[in-house]
């Protein structure tokens, strides 16, 4: 019983900084909306931005892209040239790629047997 009495001093005594320290714990860590939870989000916000103007980018090169198809006839052409491979009927297109080639392990007596 006397240790009951000085658990019951000990909260009437620090109410206020234990309600004060729970609902920062709860506020802080443990609910939805929590500071975690907040920094996490604002995180995401900043990555979703960093991609909103990448994507701007991307649309105002295509866009100035199409405004020089539509000014320049030979435009068309080049673009079908380098992203396409067509060719004119009188020429040889040679396609250099600098991909590396997939090397063989195998000896060439191993493939004989």
Not at 64 to 78: G, M, T
Request: aromatic share 10%; with cysteine.
């Amino acid at each position: 019983m006397n240790r009951l009495n000085s658990i019951l001093r000990f909260v009437n005594h620090y109410k206020y900084l234990i309600v004060f320290v729970g609902g920062t714990l709860v506020v802080g860590f443990l609910d939805e909306n929590s500071f975690i939870q907040r920094i996490k989000l604002e995180w995401q916000i900043n990555d979703l931005e960093k991609e909103i103007s990448k994507y701007n980018a991307m649309n105002d090169a295509c866009a100035e892209e199409l405004r020089n198809l539509k000014r320049d006839p030979n435009a068309i052409e080049r673009i079908a040239r380098e992203k396409y491979f067509m060719k004119a009927d009188n020429e040889d297109i040679f396609v250099l790629s600098d991909d590396p080639q997939p090397e063989n392990n195998q000896s060439t007596d191993e493939k004989t047997k």
